[in-house]
């Protein structure tokens, strides 16, 4: 593969994963949703200030996010040692509405594809997700064996 055919995989794979992203299903806005898998991603536990960051979202929008979906009982607030920082955390409902979201847009593109794509195609789309998470894992690897490298190396000497 060259850089060009590179390139035209990642945007293929962007493209789609922003179709099905921004694609509305009435659960709630997608800027909630957002905040919502940002947290479950995290491992269940985020700071507003975190989720905002990863966001790349204003914080106080990521502030009447948090409020609205605490308010709806989608979030807890978890207050931190000095009781000023505020952690969120998933409720039931949270975790229910992602995964209703998920099989949404999960239904959606099986719907979308089997009425698109022949049999081959199908096959073919099915045997490269796998592919495709070999890709994953071999970058994530190799980022974990770059940050030990870094992680080595003496402060001044790192470019």
Avoid: W
Avoid at 89 to 96: K, P
Avoid at 104 to 120: C, G, P, S, Y
């Amino acid at each position: 593969m060259d850089g060009r055919e590179a390139f035209e995989l990642r945007r293929g794979v962007l493209q789609l994963h922003r179709a099905l992203k921004l694609h509305q299903f009435d659960v709630r806005h997608l800027s909630e949703l957002l905040v919502l898998y940002a947290i479950e991603k995290s491992g269940g536990v985020q700071t507003s200030g975190a989720i905002a960051d990863g966001l790349r979202m204003q914080r106080s929008n990521v502030a009447t996010y948090t409020n609205r979906l605490e308010r709806d009982g989608l979030l807890t607030c978890i207050f931190g040692e000095d009781r000023r920082r505020r952690h969120y955390s998933l409720t039931d409902t949270g975790r229910a509405v992602l995964e209703h979201d998920r099989k949404l847009r999960d239904d959606k593109l099986a719907q979308i594809a089997n009425e698109h794509l022949d049999v081959a195609e199908l096959r073919t789309l099915v045997e490269a997700s796998g592919i495709l998470n070999r890709l994953e894992q071999a970058i994530f690897e190799e980022d974990r064996k770059q940050e030990e490298v870094d992680e080595s190396e003496p402060e001044g000497i790192r470019s």
